[in-house]
């Protein structure tokens, strides 16, 4: 069994910065990705990174002002939000997958979900 669990979300001004964290336990699954969702959106890729080696994968609007990265020894994976602005503000889900399965972009690709963490960006 793989569990994950977000946490760190909360209210954060334009332009500032907040540190997503998703802590798992259970055996490690080999590809951990964060999505968000806004409301009356459908859920969006926004980051994935190998648990070994390997580079991250990022969405196009999280290139330069978001970064995922992992710490092993606490079997954590987390986002770091810099400048994040209004658009950002979502509810924020931490996933994993056994493998990479071609394309982090796809939900079905992701066997493991958090019940997600609520980011609001205020201007």
């Known amino acids: 069994q793989v569990h994950v669990v977000e946490s760190g979300g909360g209210l954060v001004q334009a332009g500032g910065s907040l540190r997503l964290s998703c802590a798992t336990s259970g055996r490690t699954f080999g590809r951990y990705a964060w999505f968000r969702q806004a409301p009356g959106k459908e859920r969006e890729f926004v980051a994935a990174?190998?648990?070994?080696?390997?580079?991250?994968s990022y969405a196009d609007s999280a290139k330069g002002r978001f970064t995922i990265s992992r710490d092993n020894a606490k079997k954590t994976v987390f986002l770091q939000l810099e400048s994040p602005k209004p658009e950002d503000t979502a509810v924020y889900y931490c996933?994993?997958?056994?493998?990479?399965?071609?394309?982090?972009?796809?939900?079905?690709?992701?066997?493991?979900w958090g019940q997600g963490t609520q980011v609001t960006v205020s201007s």
């Open positions: 996933a994993a997958a056994p493998y990479y399965r071609g394309s982090d972009h796809y939900t079905g690709n992701y066997d493991v």
């Open positions: 990174i190998p648990w070994s080696g390997g580079v991250p």
